[in-house]
C-alpha cells in the first residue's frame, strides 16, 4: 500500500462524524491561508520558503497531490496583497478555525490526529483533496 493511502487511512479514522468533515473542509483551507499569511507578514520569503517545503513533502506522496496544493498555495500567496491588516486577519481566523476543529473533533469524540503524529498536520488538505479526486474520478 502507498504511503499517501496508509496516512489517508489514519487520519480517516478520527474524521468520520459528517459535522466534523464539514468542519474540517471549512477550516482546514482557511488554516493553511492563515500560516502562510503569518509567515508572509513575518517575511514573504517565509511562506515561499515554506509553501514550497511542504510541496516538495507532498511530491513524495503524490504528483497529483502537489500539484493541486500548489494552485492552491498560489492562491493564497496571490491572495495576500489584497487583504487588509494580513496578520491580524490571519491571526484571528487562525484561532477561531482551531476552535472549529476542536469542536468537531469534540462531536467525533476523538481526539486530532496530529496530537499523535505532527505529519498528519500536513495530511490534513490531502485527505480534502483525495475525497475531491475520488469524486471526480481522478487519480492520485
Not at 473542509?25 to 508572509?40: D, G, K, M, Q
Not at 487562525?94 to 495530511?123: C, N, Y
Amino acid at each position: 500500500m502507498r504511503t499517501i493511502d496508509q496516512l489517508i487511512g489514519q487520519y480517516a479514522e478520527s474524521h468520520r462524524n459528517p459535522t466534523n468533515i464539514l468542519i474540517h473542509w471549512i477550516c482546514v483551507p482557511i488554516i493553511v491561508w492563515c500560516v502562510l499569511a503569518i509567515l508572509y507578514w513575518a517575511h514573504p520569503y517565509l511562506a515561499y520558503a515554506s509553501a514550497v517545503a511542504g510541496l516538495v513533502y507532498y511530491a513524495t506522496l503524490s504528483l497529483p497531490m502537489t500539484a493541486a496544493m500548489l494552485l492552491f498555495a498560489a492562491l493564497c500567496l496571490w491572495s495576500f496583497a489584497y487583504v487588509p491588516y494580513l496578520h491580524w486577519t490571519a491571526i484571528v481566523l487562525f484561532v477561531l478555525t482551531w476552535i472549529f476543529q476542536f469542536i468537531g473533533h469534540a462531536i467525533e469524540g476523538k481526539k486530532p490526529s496530529f496530537l499523535d503524529d505532527l505529519r498528519f498536520l500536513m495530511i490534513g488538505p490531502v485527505f480534502l483533496l483525495a475525497k475531491a479526486f475520488r469524486k471526480a474520478g481522478i487519480a492520485f
